[in-house]
């Protein structure tokens, strides 16, 4: 299996992190962003999205999107577990997922898209909108010290067994401090437990 990636973004390294948990060999093939590669013609007949990550399979077949690669390589090689296994924790770990994308994830990345980062590699081709990044930074710092309350009782973010919501959050969280400028406080504890507790594990440098 191949997978086209992006070292530094933090969907790729989701799709990495969870492949080395399952002890998974992939081919990784960067792409050049800065450059287009994503959005030339050979590669949106791969992703029409023009979206990094992409697992090509043996047979040519290609999947975007890191959770619905992740969910293929959970199908294929089921163990160990990181989707949930009985009913109340899959629904669990599926709830909280959503949650962790939709109100953190999606406020980093609106803090990306309008930050200095993004502003200097597309001057010019992208409107940033500093009101959003402003509204965006607030509401991700707030959602951290949620997180800090519900790690108070828990090991993990989705329970006390690692899963699939670690490896998001754990790649959020380190996108966001090395990329956005949006590192959690000192003062969060438990979240900083967390995070050191999830980035010994051998997959988070994959």
């Excluded at 697992?55 to 989707?83: H, K, M, Q």
């Excluded at 509204?135 to 710092?141: E, G, I």
């Amino acid at each position: 299996m191949k997978l086209y990636d992006v070292t530094q973004a933090p969907n790729p390294r989701r799709v990495r992190m969870f492949a080395a948990e399952k002890g998974i060999d992939l081919e990784c093939v960067q792409v050049d962003m800065a450059k287009g590669e994503h959005k030339t013609a050979e590669f949106l007949q791969k992703n029409p999205s023009g979206k990094i990550p992409v697992l090509e399979l043996d047979d040519g077949t290609c999947i975007g999107e890191s959770v619905a690669i992740c969910r293929y390589l959970e199908a294929v090689y089921p163990e160990p577990n990181l989707f949930g296994e009985a009913p109340v924790e899959l629904a669990r770990v599926e709830m909280v997922h959503r949650q962790i994308e939709l109100e953190l994830f999606s406020q980093v990345g609106t803090s990306w898209v309008n930050g200095p980062v993004v502003g200097k590699l597309f001057a010019g081709r992208i409107e940033q909108i500093p009101a959003a990044k402003d509204k965006s930074d607030k509401l991700t710092h707030a959602f951290y010290q949620r997180l800090n309350r519900q790690l108070a009782d828990e090991s993990y973010i989705a329970g006390n067994r690692f899963t699939i919501v670690d490896i998001t959050t754990l790649i959020i969280v380190d996108f966001a401090t090395a990329m956005v400028g949006l590192k959690p406080s000192e003062e969060l504890e438990n979240l900083w437990r967390w995070h050191a507790l999830v980035s010994a594990r051998p997959s988070a440098s994959a």
